[in-house]
């Protein structure tokens, strides 16, 4: 777990360097009204943030990068930070929806730290790679939405980390790639197996085998991305994404992912006794019956998880 697990309540205006950029006035002050808020903070230290935000948007989750003097480049302390705060996540009950971002400006994630790599030989590089693949897929297969927010640079490992999101929100500055073929090496966190899920197989070919980097808007037009907003507006659109799955019912939620994500990966007949499955265990849930109380009710359910 995370090292340092004391929770502190803050209020009042965070730094701008736990701010999220803003280029207008309007996503200033929506910034600053979400964030004079209290949160809780779970991870002082290191290259990696996690807390909660509290109020109205409590179940909401931020997970932050905060490593500006590499760039978040991605060393042995960040991937263990991410490890960490990943369990985290996965044992809190009271978590809806994960936020993936960064507090370096114009920058999501660079990579793998290759000044850090060089030092390393064959082995040590095959585990320190195996052991980021299998934290990407532990994001991948947490039960509830994630959402990377992608403000400048996702290369290489950091578009891999983006991928293993559910959901994508960049901003129009941002910049992909996976370059490792430039290297002599391949994308080895799941870049070769996810983009080609996401975007189909031949244009995957394309960016893996060329290496290129790629803009916002091409990144939204192949599907890389949901949504591509002004720069410096990812986080406030990936946060109003997260308040609207936040007010749905979070066993659905969480039935509906585990749905979708076994499914697409069988033929149609046994993809579809997979929801059957799981349309089962959400029948008989105090939820359900609480959304059918509302609706004739006509106000706003309140949901329980159970």
Known sequence: ????????????????????????????????????RALQILAQQGPVRLQKLSASDSGIVELRLERPEAKNAIGKEMLHGLRNAIEEVAADAAANVVLVSSSVPKV??????????RLMGPNEVRDFVNSLRSTFSSIEALSIPTIAVVEGAAFGGGLELALSCDLRVCGKDAKFSLPETGLAIIPGAGGTQRLPRIIGRSRAKELIFTGRRFDAVEAVTMGVVNYCVPTGEAYQKALEIAREINQKGPLAIKTAKKAINQGTEVDMTSALAVEEECYEQVLHTQDRLEGLAAFAEKRKPVYTGK
């Open 1 to 36: 777990m995370l090292g340092l697990r004391r929770i502190l309540a803050v209020s009042g205006h965070l730094s701008s360097r736990h701010a999220p950029v803003a280029t207008s006035s309007s996503a200033a002050s929506s910034h600053s009204a979400v964030f004079v």
């Open 108 to 117: 999501f994630c660079a990579g793998a730290d290759l000044k850090e790599r």
